[in-house]
């Protein structure tokens, strides 16, 4: 990837993702079966049904580290960890899925466990089972809000199997106080980092969802021993309103990673001697591969991120069989 389009596009990892499933201060996305796309925005407090998110409990429904008089972004980092904390003891050993686990649960006032929601990506009945028998085997105490006894609402994910026992936001943390990374290092966190920004619809707010664009982001300047061909029709196709451009190249390196950590290849799309670089094979699978991810993911609206007319074509190509031969056109 030419090294201008790597600064723009890590640029705009710092700023919002305007017009993608943008979330107004004060609430999240909730896991919600009766919504017509199984999400619904909701605020943190939801006094008609007496429940309450986790970032502004004044005591959480389960053992902590967490400081009294955190702000709200900082007590939704630290309960996630927390929780995850918690819950990964009861695992049952030996899980073999590769991937990540999205949990939702609600804890009554008198401590029992409701409305548990799992997802995994790659989808996993098995490993949705264990987490939640996990989740079904712990005690809870009840949460609190100014010393009243609530429902509270929690969320937390599981990254199978190189970080399994942090979450993102502190692998980001630990990668940036690393004063000389190594690229080798960080490969695996790097490929986690991507799928978990294919796997749940876009929240641009979200601690988790931010620190996975960040992680990957960071490499798009550095050698990672493969280029991201960013051009060609699908490429100017997209567009940067809603970063469909950053997320093209984020599907390429999710790609190429998977071939190189799961199937032992290596795509290289460095410039070869004799060869047109948009002619070379590597080029060209790693581009139909990440198009091919891409349009998956932006295919369900759910996902929160719009397409444009151009981009429709491809993915009715993609949907008909034909994405290759349109790529080539």
Not at 34 to 51: L, M, S
Not at 120 to 147: H, L, M, Q, V, W
Not at 156 to 165: D, E, I, K
Not at 306 to 323: I, Q, R, V
Request: with cysteine.
């Amino acid at each position: 990837m030419k090294k201008n389009k790597l600064n723009i596009l890590t640029f705009l990892l710092l700023i919002p993702f305007i017009g993608i499933g943008q979330i107004p201060k004060g609430h999240f996305l909730d896991a919600d079966k009766t919504a017509e796309r199984g999400y619904k925005v909701k605020p943190f407090k939801q006094e008609k049904e007496g429940i309450y998110h986790y970032a502004v409990l004044t005591e959480l429904p389960f053992e902590n580290d967490c400081n009294s008089g955190l702000s709200e972004k900082e007590q939704i980092a630290c309960s996630e960890q927390n929780l995850r904390n918690f819950i990964y003891p009861n695992l049952t050993s030996g899980i073999e899925f590769k991937g990540n686990v999205y949990v939702y649960l609600t804890i009554t006032e008198d401590s029992k466990v409701t409305d548990v929601t799992v997802s995994s990506y790659p989808k996993s009945g098995p490993t949705n089972k264990i987490i939640k028998d996990a989740i079904n085997s712990i005690e809870f105490r009840p949460g609190k809000f100014n010393d009243k006894v609530v429902k509270s609402r929690l969320w937390t994910s599981f990254t199978f199997p190189s970080s399994s026992n942090e979450l993102f936001s502190v692998s980001l943390a630990k990668m940036k106080e690393d004063e000389n990374p190594e690229y080798e290092d960080y490969e695996n966190l790097i490929f986690d980092a991507s799928q978990y920004i294919f796997s749940n619809p876009i929240y641009p707010n979200g601690t988790e969802f931010k620190s996975a664009a960040q992680i990957v982001g960071f490499w798009m300047n550095k050698d990672i021993g493969m280029g991201i061909p960013t051009f060609g029709k699908f490429y100017n196709a997209l567009t940067n309103e809603n970063k469909q451009q950053f997320l093209y190249a984020v599907a390429m390196i999710n790609y190429g990673l998977d071939q190189k950590i799961n199937h032992n290849r290596i795509l290289e799309c460095k410039p070869k001697d004799g060869q047109k670089y948009s002619e070379q094979a590597d080029v060209k699978e790693i581009q139909l591969g990440g198009t091919k991810i891409l349009l998956e993911f932006i295919g369900k609206k759910e996902n929160n991120v719009p397409m444009n007319s151009k981009t429709k074509k491809f993915y009715k190509a993609y949907e008909k069989g034909e994405l290759e031969k349109q790529l080539s056109k």
